[in-house]
């Protein structure tokens, strides 16, 4: 059985950092491109950074210099280092596994941005 389990969401000030990490299992990970994608209320998920089986990285413009996306493949974990945060970044963050057709979402993490 596939498990993709977040963590490290919370409640945090502007230019704050929080780090969330999500942990694999029932997948052989260093296969898997790796992602993390946000879906604030009323609006459409989108991607926010994304890493290779290979390392390459790719972030959304507007996390750019703030946001960076590492992976462990010999914990099977993936984490997103969040810097200098926003209120809108404010939103439910879910990491995402991608090998060929096979694709899968863990539950989520709420990230709040706020004073």
């Known amino acids: 059985q596939v498990q993709l389990v977040e963590s490290g969401g919370g409640l945090v000030q502007p230019g704050g950092s929080l780090r969330l990490s999500c942990a694999a299992s029932?997948?052989?990970?260093?296969?898997?491109?790796m992602g993390w994608y946000c879906q604030a209320p009323g609006k459409q998920r989108e991607l926010v950074a994304a890493?290779?089986?290979?390392?390459?990285?790719n972030y959304a413009d507007s996390v750019k210099g703030r946001f960076t996306i590492s992976r462990d493949n010999a914990k099977n974990t993936v984490v997103l280092q969040m810097n200098s945060l926003k209120p809108e970044d404010t939103a439910v963050y879910y990491c995402?596994?991608?090998?060929?057709?096979?694709?899968?979402w863990g539950q989520g993490t709420q990230v709040t941005v706020s004073s």
């Open positions: 995402n596994a991608v090998f060929g057709v096979r694709h899968y």
């Open positions: 890493i290779t089986s290979d390392g390459s990285t």
């Open positions: 029932g997948i052989i990970f260093r296969f898997y491109a």
